[in-house]
């Protein structure tokens, strides 16, 4: 089973950027499409962009043009950058897999969700 901790989360003022970092422990990582997730309070959480396994990258629309996902499989680590940061965008980030459900993407958990890691916009 796969296990990923994420780090790089904080407070910040709107307009600003952080960059996420995902570290995933396990053999799986490299075949596995991966995504970012995020949950507000009294929200569901939501997928937020995927990096497959050849680099392709797909966003949700909110965060299109502000927000940069990429991996690593060297390292087996996946990476949010985020810029342009909203209000809107303060959650707890998670990552894990992900995969094409036929229509859309959605998650495809390779192990355990970790903990997050807490965005925090505001002024």
């Known amino acids: 089973q796969v296990q990923l901790v994420e780090s790089g989360g904080g407070v910040v003022q709107p307009g600003g950027a952080l960059r996420l970092s995902c570290a995933a422990s396990?053999?799986?990582?490299?075949?596995?499409?991966m995504a970012w997730y995020r949950q507000a309070p009294g929200k569901q959480r939501e997928l937020v962009a995927v990096?497959?396994?050849?680099?392709?990258?797909k966003y949700t629309d909110p965060v299109k043009g502000r927000f940069s996902i990429s991996r690593d499989n060297a390292k087996n680590t996946v990476y949010l950058q985020m810029s342009s940061l909203k209000p809107e965008d303060t959650a707890v980030y998670y990552c894990?897999?992900?995969?094409?459900?036929?229509?859309?993407?959605?998650?495809?958990?390779?192990?355990?969700w970790g903990q997050g890691t807490q965005v925090t916009v505001s002024s």
């Open positions: 396990g053999s799986f990582f490299s075949t596995n499409a």
């Open positions: 990096v497959t396994t050849s680099g392709s990258t």
């Open positions: 894990n897999g992900a995969a094409w459900t036929g229509t859309s993407w959605g998650a495809w958990p390779l192990g355990s």
